[in-house]
Every structure is written in C-alpha cells, then in structure tokens.
C-alpha cells in the first residue's frame, strides 16, 4: 500500500476538486479523523472528508462520482454528505459523533459549521450508556467466540479499541477535561478521570499490540470489567 507523506496536502488536493465541481454548493470541505492527529498511519490510514453542501440528494451525490473515484486510489474514503438541516436534527441523535468530528476535524474549505455545534451532555450520556452497555455484551459474546484463538481474541481487542475511542473522548468531555488527541494518551486519560486503577486499558492495547496468547488472555477480562465500570458509571448519573 501506497505510503502517504502529507495527508493534509493530499486531502486539500481533492477538496479543490470538490470545490471546482459543487461550486456554490459547497459550504465546508472537512478533513476529520486521525489525518490531522498523531494516529495517522502513513502506510494503512485512509482520509476522510467531510463535505457540508446545502442540501443532500442523490444527484448531488452523483455529480462528482468521477472525482470519488480517483481520490480513492489516492486514499481519500468516499465523502461523508451532510447538509445543515440534517446536521440541526440529528444533533440529539448522533452526540458522540459529532462530538468526534468537532473535536478532531480540519477546515480545509468554507464555513467552520463543526465548531459551533451545542452538544447538550444528557445527550451525550444517553447515547454513551446504550453504546457503552451495547459494547460489554459485544465483548462478553465475543470472548465466547474468539477465546481459543490467539488471532481472532487479538482481532477482537484491537478493534474494539479503535471503536472505543469516540466514546473514551465522549467520556472526557462530560468531565470537562481537554482530550488528547492521541489514543496511547487517551487510555491513560480516561483511566484517570473514571478511576480505572489497575490501568486495564492500557493492558489491552499492550496485549494486542505484542500478539501474545497469554497476554491476551490476562488482559481481556479486566479491559471487559472496565468497559462494564464505565457504562455503569454513566448510568447512574452525572459522569
């Protein structure tokens, strides 16, 4: 796979395309995710950009099916369309998503809409106690199915991580505390701030990352317990 230098160069190249090609339509090009963070993997990260134009519908969509196209070999991910009405509604729906994008995204066009954005926090909590409750049985369900093998348990560990991650920043921002814009300052952080003493999720990414069985094993169950301490944190009140 192609390395990537300059991700940020590379996105501002296609979002040039994008504004040649939707013109007035346009009102914000976005880099967001870990293109604009130290996360960044030059040799597997693909670029996200965020295009908010003033309404979505499907020939929008199509116009600029060519461009999609060859940023793709360039790996620059099929634009997330989102329009300003959308966003307004759909705040209370998608917090912690748009909580993400506001807090790890980069204005490369237009309107900086994302910074703008009020996220109410029983919002937030609602959708981190669904998500985080959701995600403990993804695990417990998990373990079942993947603890023979090194492989698929390592698999299961890494990728929940990743998929945490919105939520561990989500969990930050209810304590008002500055989220780092690192996953290996990220863990320690929410470790910190929700009492996780035995540093659980650190263990698990350092597990994951090593490959080894057994350690795979001794970390699993304390980064399960932790994910359960987590939710029921949330749900009985204010985080």
Known sequence: MALIKDPVATAAQVCG??????????????L??????????PRHSDINLLLIVRQVDFPLLDRS???QR???????????????????????TFPVEFLDLQLRHRLLWGQDLLSTLVLRPA????????ELKGKQLHLRQGWLACRDSRRQLRQLVAVSLHDFAPLFRALLHLRQVPVPPARELLLPAVEAQYGLASQPLQAAARAAADGGYQGLLQAFQPYAQAVAVLAETIDHGPA
């Open 123 to 130: 919002d937030l909590r609602l959708q981190l106690e669904r």
């Open 70 to 92: 060859a940023a793709l070999r360039q790996r620059v991910s099929r634009p997330l369309f989102l329009d300003p009405a959308y966003i307004e509604r759909s705040l209370d």
């Open 65 to 67: 099916a060519a461009i």
């Open 17 to 30: 395309q994008y504004q040649d090609c939707y013109g007035s339509d346009l009102l914000a090009a976005v």
């Open 32 to 41: 967001y995710g870990s293109a604009g963070t130290p996360d960044f993997d």
